[in-house]
């Protein structure tokens, strides 16, 4: 059995984040409170000199360095298989911490044992809210719009403008911030490595509810979210990313005939947002940047279904090149 030997691992997944990354850790030093803590880096890769500039300012931090990005899942369990804290808090390097985070983190879950993860509230670099929690996928969620479900079935789905002011149990937090129970990940596994970019949080809470683990969202822990920082990746690659990832949380979680569906009613809706965008262009003689961007991305999401959806497409491309946009893995 592993000699837990500290309250907390804090571990952060790092791909071409320097200066987020920086802040990050300083935030997390400066508000660290009373708790026995470590701090693990993974750097997928970087080549911005992310690495060296941690080991300059914090050789108190951990690092563990691969040669490519493998991914936020396989990242994130090389630090948690060599940790030793009683939880594992996955952060973000785009994310600041806030005085009071961590410590009120921690007793929340000292205080509800069923808890085996909890999501602290996500906000943007002006104070404005983020989505901190959704709902597991359904076909309901993939196919049709999800402000028409939250807004016709605001309890089922709760939406991030809700004044919600107490913990709240949710069916997944998303993983920006997210604080695990040791023990409840000895029980359900690490995060699937078969995601190497989104829904590897979903699928790990989807596994914590069927074993009788709560997912809670905290509203009291505020946690800054600068996704403004690292968001000019390229969109197209990013959303070829999140189609296979809902693909395979569909064909390890909803069965057979329901991954078939989706898979068949998803290109149906791609073609025809395609076709509706090419028309918008049309109209516009291209002068819509809102639609050649959607232009862009629907083009590149209809060619890879047209390829048969190879894996060598997505975000895996930029493995081996310099990543000029400052994205995180």
Not at 62 to 81: C, D, K, P, Y
Not at 195 to 213: I, S
Not at 300 to 307: A, M, P
């Amino acid at each position: 059995m592993m000699n837990l030997t500290m309250d907390l691992s804090i571990i952060i997944v790092n791909w071409n984040t320097r200066g987020p990354l920086l802040n990050c850790l300083a935030s997390v030093f400066r508000h660290s409170g009373g708790l026995t803590f470590e701090v693990i880096v993974v750097d997928n890769g970087s080549q911005d000199g992310s690495v060296e500039a941690v080991k300059e300012r914090y050789p108190r931090v951990r690092i563990i360095s691969n040669s490519l990005n493998l991914g936020f899942a396989r990242a994130n369990n090389q630090a948690i298989t060599s940790s030793s804290g009683r939880y594992c808090l996955l952060l973000n390097s785009d994310t600041e911490l806030t005085a009071g985070a961590l410590e009120n983190m921690i007793s929340f879950m000292e205080k509800n044992p069923r808890a085996g993860i909890a999501g602290a509230k996500l906000l943007n670099k002006d104070g404005s809210m983020q989505n901190s929690f959704d709902n597991i996928p359904t076909l309901s969620t993939e196919l049709l719009n999800k402000s028409f479900l939250r807004a016709m079935f605001p309890g089922k789905y709760p939406s991030k403008k809700s004044l919600i002011q107490d913990p709240l149990e949710v069916e997944s937090v998303i993983g920006a911030c997210m604080l695990i129970r040791r023990e409840a990940l000895d029980k359900v596994g690490l995060l699937d490595e078969d995601y190497f970019l989104f829904l590897e949080e979903t699928d790990l809470c989807f596994r914590l509810h069927k074993a009788g683990w709560k997912v809670l969202y905290l509203p009291q822990i505020q946690v800054y979210h600068l996704q403004g920082e690292s968001k000019t990746i390229d969109p197209g690659r990013a959303w070829i990313e999140y189609y296979r990832s809902l693909y395979i949380f569909f064909r390890k979680n909803r069965g057979h005939l329901l991954y078939i569906i989706l898979r068949v009613l998803r290109v149906v809706k791609l073609f025809v947002n395609l076709i509706l965008t090419t028309l918008g262009m049309v109209l516009t003689f291209g002068l819509s940047r809102r639609l050649r961007r959607r232009f862009s991305v629907y083009s590149k999401l209809f060619i890879w279904h047209l390829l048969f959806c190879p894996d060598d497409m997505g975000l895996r491309e930029l493995n081996g090149k310099k990543n000029l946009t400052g994205k995180d893995g």
